[in-house]
């Protein structure tokens, strides 16, 4: 085979992969065609898993696997399988836990050796092509990992079966039941602040990545409880991830995770998983505390995925990811800027505002330029007009028209790509976070979007028999657990915000599917492929996934979603199989804790049952209008506001236990309800009245 010629990945779904068809090594998709190759030679596989947004992932494409030499070797010793890790988290999942129990590190690249069957027996993250920085080359690798399984073969086998075995014992959870109680949150609470790092917000130390899970498991027990603590916790987190060089300060959008404990330096890929969820912590966080900058830090993020993340208005969808770099000969340099660069952009006087805001020196924070500097926010706007000599107005307007003329100097510049793959999950969690933010901020457009995005995933990923696909496009892959639970609670949010009762019903028969095709109904919980799926090859291990990484647990989502249905339906037993997910790990959460806040929201959702504001009146009334705004502002996990005609009252529209519960009414003017346990409140028409039913511990805290 030749680079010219182009190998077997040149047809792949995956732009990963397909970015690797030019290279010389026999690259074989994840599939049975290859491990039956490896069994008719009798040759171990060489597993590379990555993704289009790995740095480390090109590095290794360009030294070792675009080497004619090195792709020779591969190609007369192994059978090479290349696997896109965000199109196959099943694979993902279950190798990054063996070869992790190997080296005693995960990510990516992963590199497995395994043998014929998919069972692996050496690997490792990035390999250099020769012996360098403390790591074994290729070159010495690959024979020597060869030889022993030809020489070597049934301490290869033992040791494959050993590692197999222990990945399958640990993926059991066997130790995981308990009781559910409130003192569970409050362990889970505990031991998520005390990973909070008081003088840089966040969690842990560097690297620094975002933790939205936890944040809304914290916003919601300060709402719940009043305690200033959480308070603190969660403003000083989020402001200083705005302020800091992880947030995109001029084009908007998050860097996936920050090198230093500071936020300042990044790692500059944007991930879809990671945004969609940090825009749910801005909105809420606005709600809670009117903080201007978190308002627009969401405004941001909204800015950024319209611009570069989105597919054509009209369709919906949500691109995969952006990546950080051109070339493997930058780092970030689409997103940093020289101090020379700052001024030949801008005037003067905008010039000298944006390097003091934002701390463009001679000397930046970039080892690989020292040009080049990270923005983020260093100075606060007082010194500032008191250096420039002007006013405040002033001043802002200078960096908003600074700002402006850098996005578009930044748009002449190469672009890093863009994986324009529509993930089904993920698609998901922005349809989620959009209709949220339409509703606050008022924006049309969001929910609009959110709307064609929902309908375009119901049309093109849904099968009645199978549930919802990974992805949209290409051959079916069939989804994960993710894929289904996520994509039910963006059912559920349409239709609380539009009324339309086929998003309910779709939600319903989404988590039918799920407790059927997913579900473990002996043991509880569910698993994170279906038993209709392909059999994986490899590692045939039955995973209940619990943790979050990065994106929320599919367990605790589908415990929430179960918990939303049930508040609607009243059919016990979307109560029990929520219950029966939460016992399952309730003996584990504690000790994940930062890494399970998810879980903690499902526990909580279930402790306090989801709260339904019912605004009635017709349609435009402005009464209705300020009642809905009203139950709006105030944040709640689990609330949800429901904005009611007196035509859709009379109607079909409100599942059967909410509008059993509620009243019987004339709609002679407006008013809300507030409904949660199978009881509602008595109806309000005053605005002020209802913000008072509603107010949280936190309010009534507050000095």
């Known amino acids: 085979m030749t680079s010219t010629a182009g190998n077997r990945l040149r047809n792949s779904a995956s732009a990963y992969l397909r970015s690797a068809e030019h290279q010389p090594v026999d690259w074989h998709e994840w599939g049975e065609e290859a491990f039956a190759r490896a069994r008719a030679e009798d040759k171990p596989i060489l597993l590379d898993i990555g993704?289009?947004?790995?740095h480390w992932c090109h590095v290794i494409d360009r030294e070792s696997y675009e080497n004619p030499e090195i792709a020779a070797l591969i190609n007369q010793l192994y059978i090479p399988v290349k696997v896109d890790r965000d199109e196959r988290p099943d694979v993902d999942a279950r190798y990054q836990s063996a070869i992790s129990a190997i080296s005693g590190q995960g990510g990516w690249p992963l590199t497995g050796f395994l043998t014929p069957d998919g069972r692996p027996f050496f690997g490792g993250t990035y390999f250099p092509p020769d012996d360098a920085m403390g790591r074994p080359g290729f070159r010495r690798i690959l024979p020597?990992?060869?030889?022993?399984?030809?020489?070597?073969?049934?301490?290869?086998?033992?040791?494959?079966?050993?590692?197999?075995?222990?990945?399958?014992?640990?993926?059991?959870?066997?130790?995981?039941?308990?009781?559910?109680?409130?003192?569970?949150?409050?362990?889970?609470?505990?031991?998520?602040?005390?990973?909070?790092?008081?003088?840089?917000?966040?969690?842990?130390?560097?690297?620094?990545?975002?933790?939205?899970?936890?944040?809304?498991?914290?916003?919601?027990?300060?709402?719940?409880?009043?305690a200033r603590h959480l308070l603190s916790v969660l403003e000083?987190?989020?402001?200083?991830?705005?302020?800091?060089?992880?947030?995109?300060?001029?084009?908007?959008?998050?860097?996936?995770?920050?090198?230093?404990?500071?936020?300042?330096?990044?790692?500059?890929?944007?991930?879809?998983?990671?945004?969609?969820?940090?825009?749910?912590?801005y909105l809420h966080a606005w709600q809670i505390t009117g903080d201007p900058l978190f308002r627009r830090t969401a405004e941001g993020i909204i800015r950024w995925t319209d611009a570069v993340l989105s597919d054509p208005p009209?369709?919906?969808?949500?691109?995969?990811?952006?990546?950080?770099?051109?070339?493997?000969?930058?780092?970030?340099?689409?997103?940093?800027?020289?101090?020379?660069?700052?001024?030949?952009?801008?005037?003067?006087?905008?010039?000298?505002?944006?390097?003091?805001?934002?701390?463009?020196?001679?000397?930046?924070?970039?080892?690989?330029?020292?040009?080049?500097?990270?923005?983020?926010?260093?100075?606060?706007?007082?010194?500032?007009?008191?250096?420039?000599?002007?006013?405040?107005?002033?001043?802002?307007?200078?960096?908003?028209?600074?700002?402006?003329?850098?996005?578009?100097?930044?748009?002449?510049?190469?672009?890093?790509?863009?994986?324009?793959?529509?993930?089904t999950g993920w698609n998901a969690m922005y349809v989620s976070a959009y209709l949220e933010a339409g509703r606050l901020f008022g924006r049309e457009d969001c929910r609009s979007f959110a709307l064609h995005t929902l309908d375009r995933l119901l049309a093109e990923a849904w099968d009645p028999a199978r549930g919802f696909a990974h992805r949209l496009g290409g051959p079916r892959l069939d989804g994960s657990l993710d894929d289904q639970v996520f994509t039910a609670a963006a059912l559920l949010d349409g239709f609380e915000a539009t009324l339309d009762r086929r998003y309910f019903d779709a939600a319903a028969r989404a988590i039918d599917l799920t407790l059927d095709l997913y579900g473990d109904a002996e043991g509880g919980a569910f698993y994170d492929r279906s038993r209709l799926a392909a059999p994986m090859g490899g590692l045939e291990v039955r995973r209940k996934p619990f943790q979050d990484s990065p994106t929320p647990s599919g367990n605790s989502c589908a415990?929430?979603?179960?918990?939303?249905?049930?508040?609607?339906?009243?059919?016990?037993?979307?109560?029990?199989?929520?219950?029966?997910?939460?016992?399952?790990?309730?003996?584990?959460a504690p000790q994940y804790g930062l890494f399970a806040t998810s879980y903690a929201l499902a526990l909580a959702l279930h402790l306090?049952?989801?709260?339904?504001?019912?605004?009635?009146?017709?349609?435009g009334d402005p009464l209705a209008e300020r009642l809905e705004q009203a139950a709006l502002a105030i944040h709640r996990f689990g609330r949800a506001v429901l904005r009611v005609t007196p035509e859709q009252l009379s109607g079909d529209v409100l599942p059967a236990a909410l509008a059993a519960t509620l009243p019987h009414l004339t709609v002679k003017t407006a008013h809300a309800l507030i409904c949660a346990g199978g009881v509602c409140h008595p109806p309000t028409a005053n605005p002020d009245e209802l913000r008072k039913y509603l107010a949280p511990a936190a309010a009534l805290a507050a000095p």
């Open 51 to 54: 993704a289009v947004w790995c």
């Open 144 to 226: 020597a990992v060869a030889e022993a399984y030809r020489s070597r073969r049934a301490e290869v086998d033992k040791s494959a079966q050993t590692l197999a075995d222990s990945v399958a014992q640990a993926e059991a959870l066997r130790e995981g039941r308990g009781p559910l109680s409130p003192r569970l949150l409050d362990e889970m609470e505990d031991a998520t602040v005390r990973q909070f790092d008081i003088r840089n917000g966040g969690f842990g130390r560097a690297p620094k990545f975002p933790h939205p899970a936890a944040v809304d498991f914290l916003a919601e027990r300060y709402q719940s409880s009043g």
């Open 236 to 281: 000083t987190t989020l402001t200083k991830m705005a302020r800091g060089g992880v947030y995109d300060q001029i084009g908007g959008g998050f860097h996936r995770y920050s090198v230093d404990e500071r936020w300042c330096v990044p790692h500059f890929e944007k991930m879809s998983y990671d945004n969609a969820p940090l825009l749910l912590n």
């Open 314 to 423: 009209e369709c919906g969808g949500f691109y995969a990811s952006q990546d950080a770099d051109i070339s493997l000969d930058d780092d970030g340099d689409y997103f940093t800027w020289t101090q020379d660069e700052v001024r030949a952009v801008l005037p003067a006087d905008e010039a000298l505002a944006i390097e003091l805001y934002y701390d463009v020196e001679p000397v930046g924070e970039m080892h690989h330029n020292q040009a080049k500097n990270v923005l983020w926010i260093a100075r606060e706007l007082p010194e500032i007009v008191t250096r420039m000599g002007k006013s405040e107005s002033e001043v802002e307007a200078l960096l908003a028209s600074g700002r402006k003329k850098l996005l578009e100097a930044r748009g002449n510049r190469p672009t890093p790509a863009v994986d324009r793959a529509l993930y």
């Open 559 to 588: 415990a929430m979603v179960l918990a939303r249905i049930h508040a609607y339906t009243g059919e016990k037993r979307y109560l029990d199989a929520a219950r029966a997910t939460l016992e399952s790990f309730a003996g584990l």
């Open 608 to 619: 306090n049952p989801p709260i339904h504001v019912v605004v009635l009146g017709r349609a």
